[in-house]
């Protein structure tokens, strides 16, 4: 079983800056997918950006440019710089994992965080 638990969170104006972080505990597997996801209220749930065990990352159009998903495997966190935030940004982030390091932005993955409220103001 592994645990996410998301940080960093929280109120920013339009064109600030937030990093998330998203800690992972539990088993360690050495072949993974990790993924950021959004959900604004009254829509879809959106996969915008993935990292898995080589490095291979991959992000929705709605963030490329602006976001950057990275990760310290030696703290076992994964993080989500956002820079340029517009207000459709603002949405829950949640951080996905899964041990199947194929797994894309499409893909369900298997555990996930309890999310983090990002609100961003114009």
């Known amino acids: 079983q592994v645990q996410l638990v998301e940080s960093g969170g929280g109120s920013v104006q339009s064109g600030g800056s937030l990093r998330l972080s998203c800690g992972a505990y539990?088993?360690?597997?050495?072949?993974?997918?990790m993924a950021w996801f959004r959900q604004a209220p009254g829509k879809e749930r959106e996969g915008i950006a993935r990292?898995?065990?080589?490095?291979?990352?991959n992000y929705a159009d709605s963030v490329k440019g602006r976001f950057t998903i990275s990760q310290d495997n030696a703290k076992n966190t994964l993080y989500l710089q956002m820079n340029s935030l517009k207000p459709e940004d603002t949405a829950i982030y949640y951080c996905?994992?899964?041990?199947?390091?194929?797994?894309?932005?499409?893909?369900?993955?298997?555990?996930w965080g309890q999310g983090t409220q990002v609100t961003v103001s114009s």
């Open positions: 990292i898995n065990n080589g490095g291979h990352t």
């Open positions: 539990g088993h360690a597997y050495s072949d993974y997918s």
């Open positions: 996905a994992a899964d041990h199947r390091w194929w797994l894309q932005l499409h893909d369900e993955f298997s555990y």
